[in-house]
């Protein structure tokens, strides 16, 4: 087959050329100065993008590239001369009539074209060039070929790129005034209930267990933790009482109206319960709460998931989210855009957007949409993680065929939380039996998906798949698969931009064909900052979260709370992942740790 | 005068393609015009990718890359050098898929 793209040693996911342009050799120079202008104008005409965005050089689209000197179409690398466009092999070390036409003729010829890589190739120095020109040219035919079928196909990304209103951080203490007020209104709080506890850090209180309800406590000690979230309440932006009182004036009305249903009209707001909660929590009590009222309010809010059996913490995850938004969405007519996050709190924090690209096979065009995520739930396949030997494409498919080859299948190496994210961004063929309308072709084609992602949010949920659930065989089961997950991660690679980048290849091209990522305005490294993990079988097993406070690690089991020292969060088997953005971790609370 | 006297002589290279198709060159050009080498290429990618076999490859243009310094090395040495372990070590699977696609395209070309 084909040869391999090689390509500068410099690339990896994200950024392709770091920065500095490769300097174009003599000849490059020579050809560029000669040609003036728009030296590769007269290719653009001949640049063709096949389907899924690759270019090529062909004189008309049904062209079968020759060499000219010696006939052969099927050789690897087939090069066209810049200046004359005849067509040559190189297949070294055998023989190579490119390099052979570069040095016969007149000097001028010896800057070539791969012709089925659109690629640049000096026939003298026998290597890859490089030039802005000509890489424009080649990303313009590749953007306009893939949006062809009109703009309007294209999907609107959401407004929330309207520049964020910053606001000069100033560092404030009360005045007089303000300081007689808190005096006034408020007690300050006692430092623990016995000697124990001094050295444990504000906030560390344990959950009492209600029944089964540790998928709800563990999820709740990683939000309690999570700092947005913990400073949106500790910050009294939603004060408890001040909604109680807003809704009962709501509420009064219907009450009289409907007699019979005054228990749905007592106030049930997720919110509220939160705030309690967060005050509770951080008051420097340290028995355990007991987050009953939370669980009375949930228990309305998702009344199919009311009962005192085990629940998936996951789905009380996503619930309570979706809990928190809906109570407010009730209240406030506030106008917001999917993934803004502007309307509640909870997805002020966790909200991001999803970027799918279909692209069709037949054609090349592509359908790009957009979609709000809370979390990323993430797939645990053996064949993820950083393992230098080859698997086999059987396992690759482990997943849908026979559950118990994915158990047997060789262990090719760790699988990591990266694996995982790569494995979610790849690029992944749809089946025949799921072909997609493309509008170009205007029938069903085969196509390929990738995701992307375009906005992070300020905190990254990852779940892991562990609890398969097959309708078809009616049966469920636990991946106890383990999965190495880092401290510190840096989501780069895993941006939109970072994505379309490396599908285009090794093109040097500021890449503004989309608009900027909205997460360019943070960063996008982050830090770990919880750990949901599950032991046990699959209906009887138990939750336990492992919290990171000023780079020390507390293990979260129900009412109990224990620090412990970080290698056992590292071989425990995570569920779910919660990363904070790491400009939000306030450096004050990261103390030197000797480990 | 005219014209054709002064029509200057049929070049040679002309004559060498002229010469009847190989049974390869037919196939190559079959495979080429309906598309389907495009989408074996395509597929052989995808495969290659999945299995590592890409990454591994990658892995050993930076090894050497970084042996022979960033600027001595050429696009040429690197195809040189990988190219004996690349071929030995696509998976017999992939084979087996391409060969199956390749036969099965055959048939339907009624070559």
Same mark, same amino acid.
């Not at chain 2, 079959?30 to 591994?56: A, M, N, P, Q, Y």
């Given at each position: 087959?084909?040869?391999?793209?090689?390509?500068?040693?410099?690339?990896?996911?994200?950024?392709?050329?770091?920065?500095?342009?490769?300097?174009?050799?003599?000849?490059?120079?020579?050809?560029?100065?000669?040609?003036?202008?728009?030296?590769?104008?007269?290719?653009?005409?001949?640049?063709? /993008?096949?389907?899924?965005?690759?270019?090529?050089?062909?004189?008309?689209? #049904?062209?079968?590239?020759?060499?000219?000197?010696?006939?052969?179409?099927?050789?690897?690398?087939? %090069? !066209?001369? &810049?200046?004359?466009?005849?067509?040559?092999?190189?297949?070294?070390?055998?023989?190579?009539?490119?390099?052979?036409?570069?040095?016969?003729?007149?000097?001028?010829? =010896?800057?070539?074209?791969?012709?089925?890589?659109?690629?640049?190739?000096?026939?003298?120095?026998?290597?890859?060039? %490089?030039?802005?020109?000509?890489?424009?040219?080649? &990303?313009?035919?590749?953007?306009?070929?893939?949006?062809?079928?009109?703009?309007?196909?294209?999907? !609107?990304?959401?407004?929330n790129?309207?520049?964020r209103r910053r606001v000069d951080y100033r560092p404030w *203490?009360p005045?007089?005034? =303000?300081?007689?007020?808190m005096?006034?209104y408020s007690?300050?709080l006692? @430092?623990?209930?016995?000697?124990?506890?001094?050295?444990?850090p504000w906030g560390l209180r344990?959950l009492?267990?209600?029944?089964?309800?540790?998928?709800m406590?563990?999820v709740l000690q990683a939000l309690l933790h999570t700092p947005p979230l913990r400073n949106y309440f500790l910050s009294d932006r939603h004060n408890r009482y001040v909604c109680q009182q807003k809704n009962?004036?709501?509420?009064?009305?219907? @009450?009289?109206?409907?007699?019979?249903?005054?228990?749905?009209?007592?106030r049930l707001c997720l919110a509220c319960d939160m705030d309690a909660m967060f005050s509770a929590v951080f008051s420097g009590?340290?028995?355990?709460f007991?987050p009953?009222k939370f669980?009375?309010s949930w228990?309305?809010h !998702?009344?199919?998931?009311?009962? %005192?059996?085990?629940?998936?913490?996951?789905?009380f995850f996503i619930s309570m989210l979706d809990g928190i938004h809906e109570k407010v969405e009730k209240d406030q007519?506030r106008?917001h855009s999917?993934g803004s996050g502007d309307c509640c709190i909870a997805h002020r924090v966790f909200s991001g957007?999803?970027?799918?690209?279909?692209?069709?096979? !037949?054609?090349?065009?592509?359908? *790009?949409?957009?979609?709000p995520c809370v979390d990323?739930?993430?797939?645990?396949?053996?064949?993820?993680?950083?393992?230098?030997?080859?698997?086999?494409?059987?396992?690759?498919?482990?997943?849908?065929?026979?559950?118990?080859?994915?158990?047997?299948?060789?262990?090719?190496?760790?699988?990591?939380?990266?694996?995982?994210?790569?494995?979610?961004?790849?690029?992944?063929?749809?089946?025949?039996?799921?072909?997609? $309308?493309?509008?170009?072709?205007? /029938?069903?084609?085969?196509?390929?998906?990738?995701?992307?992602?375009?906005k992070l949010p300020l905190v990254s949920c990852?779940?892991? @798949?562990? $609890?398969?659930?097959?309708?078809?065989?009616?049966?469920?089961?636990? /991946?106890?698969?383990?999965?190495?997950?880092?401290?510190?991660?840096?989501?780069?690679?895993?941006?939109?931009?970072?994505?379309?980048?490396?599908?285009?290849?090794?093109?040097?091209?500021?890449?503004?064909?989309?608009?900027?990522?909205?997460s360019?305005e943070l960063?996008?490294?982050f830090e770990?900052l919880a750990?949901?993990?599950? *032991?046990? @079988?699959?209906?009887? #097993?138990? %939750?336990?979260t492992?919290l990171r406070l000023s780079?020390?690690?507390?293990?979260?089991?129900?009412?109990?709370?224990?620090? /412990?020292?970080?290698?056992?969060?590292?071989?425990?088997?995570?569920?779910m992942?919660f990363y904070v953005q790491k400009v939000l971790n306030y450096k004050a609370s990261?103390?030197?740790?000797?480990? | 005068?005219?014209?054709?006297?002064?029509?200057?002589?049929?070049?040679?290279?002309?004559? +060498?393609?002229?010469?009847?198709?190989?049974?390869?060159?037919?196939?190559?050009?079959?495979?080429?015009?309906?598309?389907?080498?495009?989408?074996?290429?395509?597929?052989?990618?995808?495969?290659?990718?999945?299995?590592?076999?890409? +990454?591994?490859?990658?892995?050993?243009?930076?090894?050497?890359?970084?042996?022979?310094?960033?600027?001595?090395?050429?696009?040429? +040495?690197?195809?040189?050098?990988?190219?004996?372990?690349?071929?030995?070590?696509?998976? +017999?699977?992939?084979?087996?898929?391409?060969?199956?696609?390749?036969?099965?395209?055959?048939?339907?070309?009624?070559?």
């Open positions: 087959m084909s040869s391999a793209t090689a390509s500068l040693p410099t690339s990896s996911k994200n950024n392709h050329y770091n920065g500095q342009l490769p300097q174009p050799c003599p000849h490059l120079s020579d050809f560029k100065s000669r040609h003036g202008h728009k030296p590769f104008r007269a290719l653009q005409e001949c640049l063709r /993008v096949k389907p899924l965005g690759r270019a090529a050089i062909r004189r008309d689209p #049904g062209e079968v590239p020759r060499c000219s000197s010696c006939g052969e179409s099927s050789r690897p690398r087939l %090069y !066209a001369c &810049v200046t004359c466009a005849a067509v040559f092999c190189h297949s070294p070390p055998e023989s190579s009539h490119a390099a052979a036409h570069a040095e016969s003729i007149l000097p001028g010829h =010896e800057i070539a074209i791969d012709v089925d890589r659109a690629e640049l190739f000096c026939c003298t120095c026998r290597d890859q060039v %490089y030039d802005r020109d000509f890489d424009a040219a080649v &990303v313009l035919a590749q953007t306009a070929a893939s949006t062809l079928g009109g703009s309007t196909m294209r999907a !609107a990304p959401p407004e790129l309207r520049k *203490t005045d007089p005034r =303000e300081r007689i007020l005096g006034k007690s300050p006692q @430092k623990g209930d016995g000697d124990l506890s001094a050295g444990l344990g009492n267990n209600l029944g089964n309800t540790c998928f406590n563990s009962n004036a709501n509420n009064v009305p219907r @009450k009289k109206a409907t007699g019979i249903d005054s228990s749905k009209n007592l009590g340290r028995t355990p007991s009953a669980l009375h228990w309305q !998702a009344a199919n998931l009311a009962s %005192y059996e085990q629940q998936d913490a996951h789905e007519s106008p999917q957007i999803l970027r799918s690209d279909v692209t069709c096979t !037949a054609c090349g065009f592509t359908s *790009t949409t957009y979609d990323i739930s993430l797939d645990l396949e053996p064949s993820q993680g950083g393992s230098a030997k080859m698997v086999s494409t059987k396992s690759h498919h482990a997943c849908n065929s026979e559950p118990d080859s994915m158990i047997s299948s060789q262990n090719c190496g760790i699988s990591t939380l990266n694996g995982c994210l790569d494995h979610f961004t790849r690029p992944e063929r749809l089946g025949s039996d799921q072909k997609f $309308f493309c509008q170009q072709c205007q /029938v069903r084609q085969e196509s390929l998906k990738q995701m992307s992602i375009r990852f779940h892991i @798949k562990r $609890f398969e659930h097959s309708s078809t065989r009616n049966m469920s089961r636990k /991946v106890d698969r383990y999965l190495q997950f880092p401290f510190s991660l840096d989501m780069a690679p895993y941006l939109s931009s970072s994505i379309l980048r490396s599908r285009f290849g090794n093109r040097i091209f500021a890449f503004d064909g989309d608009e900027p990522d909205a360019n960063s996008s490294e770990l750990v949901v993990t599950h *032991t046990g @079988k699959l209906d009887a #097993g138990h %939750y336990v492992y780079n020390q690690w507390y293990k979260c089991d129900d009412a109990w709370i224990t620090q /412990v020292n970080e290698n056992i969060v590292r071989a425990a088997q995570g569920y992942m990261e103390k030197p740790v000797a480990s | 005068m005219r014209p054709s006297i002064n029509r200057p002589p049929t070049p040679e290279a002309e004559e +060498d393609q002229e010469k009847e198709p190989t049974l390869q060159e037919i196939i190559n050009i079959k495979l080429i015009e309906s598309g389907e080498k495009e989408r074996l290429k395509e597929l052989l990618r995808e495969r290659l990718t999945e299995c590592g076999w890409r +990454d591994e490859m990658k892995a050993l243009c930076r090894a050497f890359t970084r042996k022979k310094g960033r600027n001595n090395v050429t696009v040429d +040495d690197l195809v040189h050098v990988i190219t004996p372990k690349g071929r030995a070590s696509v998976p +017999d699977s992939v084979k087996a898929e391409l060969l199956q696609r390749i036969r099965t395209f055959l048939v339907s070309a009624a070559l």
